[in-house]
T-cell receptor, first 112, second 114 residues
Protein backbone atom coordinates (compact mmCIF):
# COMPACT_ATOMS: atom_id res chain seq x y z
CA UNK A 1 0.00 0.00 0.00
CA UNK A 2 1.09 3.51 -0.72
CA UNK A 3 1.30 5.86 2.22
CA UNK A 4 2.85 9.18 3.17
CA UNK A 5 3.40 10.15 6.78
CA UNK A 6 4.06 13.67 7.96
CA UNK A 7 4.38 13.22 11.69
CA UNK A 8 4.74 16.92 12.47
CA UNK A 9 1.27 18.42 12.56
CA UNK A 10 2.29 21.95 13.52
CA UNK A 11 5.63 23.69 13.82
CA UNK A 12 6.37 27.21 15.00
CA UNK A 13 9.73 28.87 14.52
CA UNK A 14 11.05 32.36 14.96
CA UNK A 15 12.01 34.20 11.82
CA UNK A 16 15.50 33.38 10.53
CA UNK A 17 15.57 29.98 12.18
CA UNK A 18 16.08 26.91 10.04
CA UNK A 19 13.29 24.32 10.00
CA UNK A 20 13.01 20.80 8.63
CA UNK A 21 9.74 19.21 7.65
CA UNK A 22 9.76 15.45 7.73
CA UNK A 23 8.19 13.11 5.19
CA UNK A 24 8.28 9.32 5.30
CA UNK A 25 6.71 7.24 2.58
CA UNK A 26 5.77 3.63 1.91
CA UNK A 27 5.58 2.04 -1.49
CA UNK A 28 6.31 -1.27 -3.17
CA UNK A 29 6.87 0.35 -6.53
CA UNK A 30 10.39 0.61 -7.84
CA UNK A 31 9.53 3.64 -9.93
CA UNK A 32 7.73 6.46 -8.21
CA UNK A 33 7.79 10.21 -7.76
CA UNK A 34 7.86 12.33 -4.63
CA UNK A 35 6.56 15.87 -4.39
CA UNK A 36 6.30 18.78 -2.02
CA UNK A 37 3.51 21.34 -2.21
CA UNK A 38 2.92 24.55 -0.30
CA UNK A 39 -0.54 25.77 0.65
CA UNK A 40 -0.45 29.39 1.83
CA UNK A 41 -3.38 30.93 3.70
CA UNK A 42 -4.95 31.90 0.37
CA UNK A 43 -5.63 28.20 -0.16
CA UNK A 44 -4.14 27.32 -3.54
CA UNK A 45 -1.57 24.53 -3.42
CA UNK A 46 1.67 25.40 -5.15
CA UNK A 47 4.11 22.85 -6.50
CA UNK A 48 7.62 23.07 -5.03
CA UNK A 49 9.59 20.06 -6.21
CA UNK A 50 9.37 16.64 -7.84
CA UNK A 51 11.85 13.83 -7.40
CA UNK A 52 11.88 10.47 -9.14
CA UNK A 53 12.91 7.33 -7.32
CA UNK A 54 16.14 6.96 -9.28
CA UNK A 55 17.49 10.36 -8.42
CA UNK A 56 18.72 10.56 -4.84
CA UNK A 57 20.71 13.73 -5.28
CA UNK A 58 19.78 16.39 -2.82
CA UNK A 59 18.49 19.60 -4.28
CA UNK A 60 18.81 23.20 -3.21
CA UNK A 61 16.73 26.07 -4.49
CA UNK A 62 17.47 29.32 -2.73
CA UNK A 63 16.52 28.89 0.92
CA UNK A 64 14.84 25.55 0.23
CA UNK A 65 16.57 22.19 0.19
CA UNK A 66 15.40 18.63 -0.05
CA UNK A 67 17.02 15.46 1.28
CA UNK A 68 15.87 12.25 -0.41
CA UNK A 69 17.02 9.01 1.20
CA UNK A 70 15.65 5.75 -0.19
CA UNK A 71 17.33 3.76 2.60
CA UNK A 72 15.04 5.39 5.14
CA UNK A 73 12.14 6.12 2.73
CA UNK A 74 12.31 9.77 3.60
CA UNK A 75 12.06 12.98 1.62
CA UNK A 76 12.65 15.81 4.05
CA UNK A 77 12.35 19.51 3.31
CA UNK A 78 14.47 22.18 4.97
CA UNK A 79 13.87 25.91 4.92
CA UNK A 80 16.94 27.93 5.83
CA UNK A 81 16.59 31.35 7.45
CA UNK A 82 12.80 31.12 7.55
CA UNK A 83 10.67 34.12 6.73
CA UNK A 84 7.12 35.07 7.61
CA UNK A 85 6.08 34.37 3.99
CA UNK A 86 7.02 30.74 4.55
CA UNK A 87 4.04 30.36 6.89
CA UNK A 88 1.83 27.79 5.19
CA UNK A 89 0.76 24.19 5.23
CA UNK A 90 3.23 21.94 3.46
CA UNK A 91 2.24 18.64 1.90
CA UNK A 92 4.45 15.78 0.86
CA UNK A 93 3.05 13.48 -1.82
CA UNK A 94 3.91 10.19 -3.48
CA UNK A 95 2.75 9.09 -6.88
CA UNK A 96 2.07 5.49 -7.75
CA UNK A 97 0.31 4.25 -10.84
CA UNK A 98 -2.20 6.88 -11.78
CA UNK A 99 -2.68 8.33 -8.33
CA UNK A 100 -1.06 10.73 -5.94
CA UNK A 101 -0.98 10.01 -2.22
CA UNK A 102 -0.71 12.97 0.11
CA UNK A 103 0.43 13.24 3.68
CA UNK A 104 -1.75 15.06 6.19
CA UNK A 105 0.37 18.16 5.98
CA UNK A 106 2.57 20.17 8.35
CA UNK A 107 1.40 23.62 9.33
CA UNK A 108 4.38 25.94 9.63
CA UNK A 109 4.12 29.26 11.43
CA UNK A 110 7.03 31.64 11.24
CA UNK A 111 6.88 34.20 14.02
CA UNK A 112 8.35 37.63 13.25
CA UNK B 1 -0.27 32.20 -17.01
CA UNK B 2 -1.47 28.61 -16.70
CA UNK B 3 -4.53 28.16 -14.65
CA UNK B 4 -7.01 25.80 -13.07
CA UNK B 5 -10.25 27.61 -12.36
CA UNK B 6 -12.94 26.40 -10.02
CA UNK B 7 -16.32 27.95 -10.54
CA UNK B 8 -17.18 28.85 -6.96
CA UNK B 9 -14.95 29.69 -4.00
CA UNK B 10 -17.74 29.40 -1.46
CA UNK B 11 -21.06 27.57 -1.60
CA UNK B 12 -23.78 26.99 0.95
CA UNK B 13 -26.29 24.28 0.15
CA UNK B 14 -29.04 22.43 1.97
CA UNK B 15 -29.15 18.73 2.71
CA UNK B 16 -30.52 16.81 -0.24
CA UNK B 17 -29.68 19.42 -2.85
CA UNK B 18 -27.79 18.50 -5.99
CA UNK B 19 -24.46 20.29 -6.14
CA UNK B 20 -22.23 20.90 -9.16
CA UNK B 21 -18.61 21.91 -8.77
CA UNK B 22 -16.99 22.94 -12.01
CA UNK B 23 -13.32 22.94 -12.88
CA UNK B 24 -11.66 24.21 -16.04
CA UNK B 25 -7.98 24.08 -16.98
CA UNK B 26 -6.29 25.91 -19.82
CA UNK B 27 -3.12 23.82 -20.06
CA UNK B 28 -4.42 21.06 -22.36
CA UNK B 29 -3.70 18.53 -19.61
CA UNK B 30 -4.87 14.96 -20.04
CA UNK B 31 -5.35 14.25 -16.36
CA UNK B 32 -7.74 15.89 -13.96
CA UNK B 33 -8.47 15.17 -10.33
CA UNK B 34 -10.92 16.01 -7.60
CA UNK B 35 -9.71 16.00 -4.02
CA UNK B 36 -11.37 16.69 -0.75
CA UNK B 37 -9.38 18.41 2.00
CA UNK B 38 -10.36 18.09 5.65
CA UNK B 39 -8.36 19.12 8.75
CA UNK B 40 -6.12 16.33 9.95
CA UNK B 41 -6.90 14.14 6.96
CA UNK B 42 -4.91 15.86 4.25
CA UNK B 43 -6.06 15.50 0.67
CA UNK B 44 -8.16 12.52 -0.27
CA UNK B 45 -8.83 11.59 -3.87
CA UNK B 46 -12.46 11.40 -4.90
CA UNK B 47 -12.24 10.77 -8.64
CA UNK B 48 -9.77 11.29 -11.42
CA UNK B 49 -9.86 11.24 -15.18
CA UNK B 50 -7.03 10.61 -17.62
CA UNK B 51 -9.00 11.29 -20.78
CA UNK B 52 -12.24 12.71 -22.02
CA UNK B 53 -15.21 10.61 -20.95
CA UNK B 54 -12.93 8.45 -18.79
CA UNK B 55 -13.14 8.38 -15.03
CA UNK B 56 -11.64 6.36 -12.23
CA UNK B 57 -12.70 6.12 -8.61
CA UNK B 58 -10.33 7.38 -6.00
CA UNK B 59 -10.30 6.59 -2.32
CA UNK B 60 -13.63 8.15 -1.33
CA UNK B 61 -16.03 8.13 -4.31
CA UNK B 62 -19.18 7.36 -2.35
CA UNK B 63 -21.78 10.07 -2.68
CA UNK B 64 -20.02 11.69 -5.63
CA UNK B 65 -20.01 11.40 -9.39
CA UNK B 66 -18.03 13.17 -12.09
CA UNK B 67 -18.34 14.21 -15.69
CA UNK B 68 -15.70 14.95 -18.26
CA UNK B 69 -17.29 15.76 -21.61
CA UNK B 70 -14.48 18.04 -22.75
CA UNK B 71 -10.76 17.82 -22.13
CA UNK B 72 -10.57 21.10 -20.28
CA UNK B 73 -13.55 20.60 -17.97
CA UNK B 74 -14.03 18.19 -15.08
CA UNK B 75 -17.17 18.44 -12.99
CA UNK B 76 -17.84 17.00 -9.56
CA UNK B 77 -21.45 16.23 -8.72
CA UNK B 78 -23.00 15.63 -5.33
CA UNK B 79 -26.30 13.96 -6.19
CA UNK B 80 -27.83 14.57 -2.77
CA UNK B 81 -25.66 16.69 -0.52
CA UNK B 82 -25.22 15.65 3.08
CA UNK B 83 -23.71 17.47 6.03
CA UNK B 84 -20.69 15.15 6.06
CA UNK B 85 -19.80 16.48 2.64
CA UNK B 86 -19.05 19.88 4.09
CA UNK B 87 -15.45 20.35 3.08
CA UNK B 88 -12.91 22.08 0.86
CA UNK B 89 -12.87 20.63 -2.64
CA UNK B 90 -9.76 20.95 -4.76
CA UNK B 91 -9.48 20.37 -8.47
CA UNK B 92 -6.13 19.64 -10.08
CA UNK B 93 -4.71 18.78 -13.45
CA UNK B 94 -1.47 17.28 -14.74
CA UNK B 95 0.17 16.20 -17.95
CA UNK B 96 1.93 13.01 -18.94
CA UNK B 97 1.37 9.73 -17.16
CA UNK B 98 -1.11 10.44 -14.42
CA UNK B 99 1.39 9.92 -11.67
CA UNK B 100 4.41 11.65 -13.12
CA UNK B 101 3.70 15.29 -13.84
CA UNK B 102 3.20 17.76 -11.07
CA UNK B 103 -0.32 18.72 -10.15
CA UNK B 104 -1.66 22.20 -10.80
CA UNK B 105 -4.38 23.11 -8.36
CA UNK B 106 -7.33 25.45 -8.41
CA UNK B 107 -8.08 27.79 -5.52
CA UNK B 108 -10.57 25.39 -4.00
CA UNK B 109 -14.30 25.43 -3.40
CA UNK B 110 -15.43 25.52 0.18
CA UNK B 111 -18.79 23.81 0.45
CA UNK B 112 -21.02 24.03 3.48
CA UNK B 113 -24.04 21.75 3.64
CA UNK B 114 -26.68 22.77 6.17
Amino acid sequence: AQKVTQAQTEISVVEKEDVTLDCVYETRDTTYYLFWYKQPPSGELVFLIRRNSFDEQNEISGRYSWNFQKSTSSFNFTITASQVVDSAVYFCALSGGNQFYFGTGTSLTVIP
Amino acid sequence: DVKVTQSSRYLVKRTGEKVFLECVQDMDHENMFWYRQDPGLGLRLIYFSYDVKMKEKGDIPEGYSVSREKKERFSLILESASTNQTSMYLCASSSGGAGTGELFFGEGSRLTVL
